[in-house]
Nanobody, 121 residues
Framework: VQLQASGGGLVQAGGSLRLSCAAS????????MGWFRQAPGKEREFVAA????????YYADSVKGRFTISRDDAKNTVYLQMNSLKAEDTAVYYC???????????????WGRGTQVTVSS
């Protein structure tokens, strides 16, 4: 499966962005999906994940209550709605897919190119 993330940009603190991750090549419903991010000089970190059915979601404590992950398998797309953005949310955001595993560690099988999110304070 090929993944393409989009929707990043520059936003003021307190603003919102919605990231999209479009999949091609395979049906998205056969994959657990995750969003990760990596800030300059830091390791890639978990942001959010959604199960194959979409019934279960998981979030990093730092984004809980502000970010929402969702999936639309009819559109083969996963979304990350980001509200109340903070300067510390600035990073390159990556979407990832795995047919067998759902977790918070960055060992998903497939990765898309990242999209830059910059939050100005």
């Amino acid at each position: 499966v090929q993944l393409q993330a989009s929707g990043g940009g520059l936003v003021q603190a307190g603003g919102s962005l919605r990231l999209s991750c479009a999949a091609s090549g395979r049906t998205l419903s056969t994959y657990a999906m995750g969003w990760f991010r990596q800030a300059p000089g830091k390791e890639r970190e978990f942001v959010a994940a959604v199960s194959w059915s979409g019934s279960s979601t998981y979030y990093a404590d730092s984004v809980k209550g502000r970010f929402t992950i969702s999936r639309d398998d009819a559109k083969n797309t996963v979304y990350l709605q980001m509200n109340s953005l903070k300067a510390e949310d600035t990073a390159v955001y990556y979407c990832a897919a795995d047919p067998k595993r759902l977790g918070t560690s960055p060992d998903y099988e497939y990765w898309g190119r990242g999209t830059q999110v910059t939050v100005s304070s």
